[in-house]
């Protein structure tokens, strides 16, 4: 310990020796370890303030520029089925069947580090300095301001710990708990102990300048994970029948119902006539309409018609489906691009019931991508979005 305060001493000191050699008595090495303490706790909190604004900072760039954010649940689930329809990869097209919000986390995560490692190379580490430079400038202000204002009402070293850390509060959180002050209560010189820990603070601003937009993403609170916790918090029921994701953006929203305006032949989840091999092709919103009847489950002994298919009870109960006959020219082509994908993994085939109809087969991918468009409304205006943005942080 004796050693290194005199190491410390040395180091810092060395430039102006002459105020070294009045200034040595016990008040200003007990500052210089002191302010090397703080210096310290500022550091690590003075970094994850920054990255902790940078990853809202980013998440709110990205929620106004990136198209896919920028809109409501339907906008996000419309980019999301463009991008697998262009990959044309059957299993991700699974896995967003089966496990809607995977699907769309493992988009929102892609999309960012796009964003921000490729289109926007130079952007994010604008932010990140401006941050850095806000955060070292805030430091610096509170510094002065609690050193002026202890020195006036002639106060000591607890009451500027106090001071100073509660002045900090408002942006980075500094725990100052561990630091006992009973051991430096002969610190009599707080413009010393200022001036000390200035010194500590170029250190830190050469810390800052080379924070990377790596430590960004490895921070606790990550851009990605601040859109996904905004975007995904919603309802994710999914239709019994064909698998379409509720659209609701209220979590748990009973007792109103589940709904999608957009729902697909039920077969692309499996469902097929009982004790054939034969896949149902039909749209939910043209079931619902039809005298067709269908078995809760595998092993219902009772059918439903399906007019009356929320009278099945559970999950068909709780959900909403307007017989409005629509079908969504992407979902036939789907249904078209990987039928024999699709009868293999269930192990079914698209006759009989599953008759792919000769008209369905005519839609090219470029018709499928556009019909995506009709899913296309409104979001909430980008202010809005911004407020919700900075109530996180
Ligand atoms: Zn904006
Ligand atoms: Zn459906
Ligand atoms: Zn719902």
Sequence with gaps: MVYNRRRIIKKKLKPCSADFMIDNNKGSSSAVVFGEMICQKLKVSAVEAVCNQTAVDLAGELRCNVPAFNGNRLNLEKHVLKDLAEKEDFNKFMTYIRDPREQVEEFIRKKVKKYMFEENKNKAPQILQKNSDDIQRFIRQTLF??????????????????????????????????????????????????????????????????????????????????????????????????????????????????????????????????ASMELNNDFCTTSVASDKIFYPSPESEKSIPYKLYQTAGGKYASWSIIADGSMLPYWKWFVCRFQKEIEDYYKEKCKGWGEILPEWRKYTKEEALRSLDEMQSVGPPCALLHAQLSALS
Excluded: Y
């Design 145 to 274: 301001e609690a050193t002026e204002k202890i020195k006036t009402e002639k106060g000591d070293i607890n009451m500027w710990v106090k001071e100073f850390s509660i002045s900090l509060r408002c942006k980075l959180k500094l725990t100052m708990n561990t630091i006992s002050c009973q051991n430096f209560r002969d610190i009599n010189n707080l413009d010393f102990l200022r001036v000390e820990i200035e010194k500590g603070l170029q250190i830190i601003s050469k810390e800052m300048k080379s924070l990377s937009l790596t430590e960004v993403m490895n921070n606790r609170q990550k851009p990605d994970e601040i859109l996904i916790d905004q975007l995904c918090n919603c309802c994710w029921e999914r239709c019994p029948f064909c698998a379409a994701v509720c659209i609701n953006t209220i979590k748990d929203h009973s007792p109103d119902k589940h709904s999608v305006p957009f729902h697909r032949p039920s077969g692309v989840n499996g469902w097929h006539k009982r």
